[in-house]
């Protein structure tokens, strides 16, 4: 079955550790998007890539970074300068739209990963 | 800059009622399209319809219909027959198309509980 895995389910980070999140999709989407969840609060986008080897900072990238080598996999990297990495991060993928304007293909989520501070 | 406002923390529902869950937006886009999103205890976000905005008919997908005023700016989700799976929390989401890229703003969703 197609879709899209996030590893690991629960990950924890010392102070002045970088971390990464992995993210991989086996659905032929050319756009892959990172977001941040709050407890009581929607998404919130950090990064995103439309195509490999690009990628765009979201509203929130501060303290975040990302790769796109291969189509399938887009890894975050949670650096020591992000002060409040606890939350709940989603990675998600959907088609790239085809022409300038809004868009009706719907962004395809993974289950998440829960980073805390030890 | 598009906004979803989510008036609406929790809603509770009997099983097998219907039940609405609120969504209102602002965008200055004159084509734009609203995506309504599913996120159990489990974490996942289930993608569960789409309404564009120049849809004649208001979107349907089983169990699940919008509700869509555009003149009040307001795309409402109706959940018919509920069931006790159908709790969660519930997200609607509008793209946001500045740069030429899908970007989706949420609100702050909507917890919804069944009960039996």
């Known amino acids: 079955d197609g879709g899209i895995t996030q590893s690991p389910k629960y990950l924890f980070r010392k102070e002045g550790q970088n971390v990464t999140l992995s993210c991989e999709q086996n659905l032929n989407h050319d756009a892959m998007y990172w977001y941040r969840q709050d407890p009581g609060q929607g998404l919130r986008l950090i990064y995103y890539?439309?195509?490999?080897?690009?990628?765009q900072k979201g509203d929130i990238a501060e303290g975040y970074s990302v790769s796109r080598e291969k189509k399938e996999s887009f890894p975050l990297t949670v650096t020591s300068a992000q002060k409040n990495p606890t939350a709940f991060y989603l990675c998600?993928?959907?088609?790239?739209?085809?022409?300038?304007?809004?868009?009706?293909?719907?962004?395809?989520f993974g289950d998440g990963t829960r980073l805390s501070i030890l | 800059a598009q906004k979803i406002t989510q008036t609406q923390p929790g809603m509770f529902v009997q099983e097998k009622e219907a039940v609405t869950l609120d969504c209102t937006y602002d965008t200055s886009d004159q084509s734009y399209g609203l995506f309504w999103y599913k996120q159990p205890s489990s974490g996942e976000m289930i993608f569960l319809i789409y309404q564009g905005s120049y849809d004649e008919q208001n979107a349907t997908e089983g169990r699940y219909s919008l509700n869509f005023q555009k003149a009040r700016k307001s795309a409402n989700l109706v959940i018919s027959a509920s069931q006790l799976g159908d709790s969660a929390m519930y997200f609607c989401?509008?793209?946001?198309?500045?740069?030429?890229?899908?970007?989706?703003?949420f609100g702050t969703g909507t917890r919804l509980l069944v009960s039996p």
């Open positions: 890539s439309q195509i490999v080897n690009d990628f």
């Open positions: 998600a993928s959907s088609d790239r739209q085809g022409a300038p304007g809004y868009s009706n293909q719907p962004q395809h």
């Open positions: 989401a509008i793209p946001s198309m500045n740069t030429g890229f899908q970007k989706l703003v």
